[in-house]
């Protein structure tokens, strides 16, 4: 009997890819499926692998990739072990982490509120003097919170630096219009040591020397004059007339003397320096004046004065009725560069350089009233001086930003004062 010869396919996908490994065994290489034959050819599924086949490689090449793929596997496992045992270890050796409580929203508000009221900047301050004697330092601060929006005041003695008074001004600033910016605060002083703040070119505090205390002058004080029951809009102080230039809210303009309480128009208010004053009394000042290009004359100026009433110290006699006389006081005399400090019963203390240098350092002198000698002079170490004046017995050197030198009729420092340092911060 002549056998027919049968192609052998694979029975699980039909293929004939497929190889014979031993007699009647074979293996698919599609589908990886094992098979055998019996000898009544019945064709028996021996194995299914899902695994896809290497294209190129037989069963050897199957199990080296398997043995290699669970050895890269192993490894891995091994070092994630070995990670975290070490981890352990290092963990060990740490303070657990205490739990943290947390706080219930109104107390976090009410700590910031109280870190933020610690401390307050101060401002560029003024110096007057006091019935007793003293010499201070009035400086304000500006404290804003929500709600709560004030102004801090800061009284220094100058010639121990201690403060002397410090405590919140009873006036509301949320009436400001344009914030709380600095530039809207104006600390002014007269020439007779009157203090005021004007807030905002509108708002007017008067610093009240016997209480140590701001007081505002609200619309009930300004309405008693007629002039100003339109409203005030606006306030802005001159210092050459010591007035305040105040426009209402209907574009009037008039010209405030607060000291002596008196009203004035534009046109008019120079007639407050020609009125008779109740009980004046004759009064001499110096300064320096320039005279020509090589240099300036000392000159004494007598004036009719009265505490309260304005001084014009920049007229002549035939513009001001108070001014009597003007004179050289040294006619012999021409100063370089001149500082008038101030002066005493026995003489007038001076600032003076002898050349155009720059660099040259001032040098301290006293000249007598008496007889226009020289009583001392004192070569210093200052080439620059923003500022000297005299208030009661003491004269103050003004060297850099606010940094003073305090002297004595003998030219001798007594004190310093650095005002500029309290203007940082200070505890409330």
């Known amino acids: 009997m002549v056998k027919s010869i049968k192609k052998i396919v694979c029975p699980q996908c039909g293929s004939n890819k497929v190889q014979e490994q031993k007699d009647d065994y074979y293996f698919c290489e599609s589908c ?34 398997k043995k290699y793929v ?15 045992v070490f981890s352990s270890f290092k963990q060990e050796g740490k303070p657990k982490p205490i739990p943290i409580q947390e706080t219930p929203q109104k107390e976090l508000v009410e700590e910031k509120k109280d870190v933020g009221q610690n401390k307050v900047s101060l401002s560029k301050g003024e110096l007057i003097p006091l019935s007793d004697g003293k010499i201070i330092s009035v400086q304000y601060g500006i404290v804003t ?60 505090l008067w610093f009240n020397p016997s209480t140590l205390e701001f007081n505002y002058l609200d619309e009930v004080y300004f309405s008693k004059h007629k002039e100003f029951r339109d409203g005030i ?44 004053l109740p009980n004046g009394k004759l009064i001499k000042t110096y300064d320096f004046e320039r005279w020509s290009e090589e240099g300036s004359k000392l000159m004494q100026y007598t004036y009719l004065h009265q505490v309260g009433y304005p001084m014009n110290r920049l007229s002549y006699p035939w513009q001001n009725g108070r001014l009597k006389s003007t004179k050289d006081f040294t006619p012999q005399m021409l100063y370089m560069e001149g500082v008038m400090v101030g002066h005493d019963q026995e003489g ?12 040259e350092t001032y040098t301290l002198q006293k ?41 004595n009729g003998e030219g001798k420092e007594i004190a310093k004062f650095d005002e500029y340092g309290l203007r940082k911060e200070i505890a409330l």
Not at 44 to 64: C, M, N
Not at 70 to 84: E, N, R, S, T, W
Not at 348 to 359: A, G, M, S, W
């Open 145 to 204: 919170k929500k709600d709560f929006h004030k102004l801090y005041v800061v009284l220094t003695d100058v010639l121990t630096n201690e403060i002397v008074s410090q405590k919140y001004v009873d006036f509301d600033l949320s009436l400001m219009t344009n914030g709380f910016r600095r530039k809207g605060f104006n600390l002014i002083r007269t020439n007779d040591n009157d203090l005021y703040l004007l807030i905002s070119e509108k708002y007017l």
């Open 70 to 84: 669970i050895g890269f596997v192993g490894v891995v496992i091994a070092i994630v072990v070995l990670y975290q």
């Open 32 to 65: 990886c499926t094992k098979f055998f034959l019996d000898t009544d050819d019945v064709t028996i599924t021996h194995k299914v692998d899902v695994v896809k086949p290497i294209a190129s490689g037989g069963e050897k090449e199957w199990h080296a990739l």
């Open 233 to 276: 809009y606006q306030m802005v102080y001159d210092d050459s007339t010591e007035s305040f230039e105040v426009k209402l809210n209907t574009g009037k303009e008039y010209v405030y003397f607060q000291r002596i309480d008196k009203v004035y128009t534009t046109d008019n208010f120079y007639e407050v320096f020609r009125t008779k």
């Open 348 to 359: 007038l203390i001076i600032l003076r350089k002898y050349t155009i240098d720059p660099e």
């Open 367 to 407: 000249i007598a009233l008496k007889d226009k000698s020289l009583l001392w002079s004192k070569k210093t170490e200052w080439n620059k001086v923003k500022s000297a004046f005299q208030i009661k017995e003491l004269f103050f050197i003004e060297l850099n930003q606010r940094f003073f030198l305090i002297l």
